[in-house]
């Protein structure tokens, strides 16, 4: 019998799931776009258009890093980084790096060029400058705005990857870019909201166990 009951609280649990993800899958094809112009909208007379690293760094490297996990992260922060790109009018590498120093993003620079390829670099990176190793690259939404950008200027697709970062034990910021190459898929919001139902599945199964496991310690 409990095996049964277990087997009909998962089918629920499962079907719930189902049901969240097809409503916010709903709600984020619906969402309205927020144009560039609006976006850029400041009225801060005090504080004027610049915050603190802390605050950029907080909502890239704990918050989203940390909920979504890196892999799942990076993804859509490249895929953000592409679609900031397409709102913006690029016409040649010289408004690529007038871009990022207008967004005090870093002092960049391009290394190399060619039909095929671009080596690009940064340093004094706002995202990574000054972090610890942490075995990863973490400016996923700069090497998407490159790409992006630099489809604009080739009109081709281009995939771009940081291959260089803070975060990997380097002390710059290094992004290959190919061009002509199609990039893959971006991750399906169906993909996202499931990873994200089943972190919080799993947080609410282990506090279920944490619980019982006190309860267990009290009566000892």
């Not at 993800?21 to 009225?43: F, M, N, S």
């Not at 918050?63 to 040649?92: H, M, V, Y």
């Not at 995939?159 to 399906?188: M, N």
Request: net charge negative.
């Amino acid at each position: 019998m409990s095996s049964q009951l277990e087997a009909e609280a998962l089918r629920l649990k499962q079907a719930a799931l189902e049901t969240l993800i097809t409503e916010y899958a709903r709600e984020a094809a619906a969402t309205e776009p927020v144009r560039w112009a609006e976006l850029v909208e400041c009225h801060r007379p005090t504080m004027g258009d610049a915050v603190s690293l802390y605050y950029l760094r907080a909502v890239r490297l704990l918050g989203c890093r940390e909920i979504f996990g890196p892999r799942l992260n990076s993804r859509l922060l490249q895929q953000a980084g592409r679609r900031a790109a397409s709102r913006l009018e690029f016409r040649d590498l010289d408004d690529v790096l007038a871009c990022l120093q207008r967004m005090m993003v870093g002092v960049p620079r391009v290394v190399s060029k060619d039909e095929d390829a671009l080596i690009f670099e940064e340093d004094e990176c706002a995202v990574c400058s000054g972090l610890a190793n942490l075995g990863e690259a973490v400016c996923s939404f700069e090497a998407g705005l490159l790409a992006g950008a630099l489809e604009q200027i080739r009109c081709k697709p281009v995939t771009a990857a940081e291959v260089k970062c803070w975060g990997l034990g380097d002390r710059v910021c290094r992004f290959e870019a190919r061009i002509g190459v199609t990039p893959s898929p971006g991750p399906d919001p169906l993909e996202v909201i499931a990873a994200l139902a089943a972190r919080a599945a799993q947080a609410s199964e282990l506090l279920v166990r944490l619980r019982e496991r006190e309860k267990e310690l009290e009566r000892l």
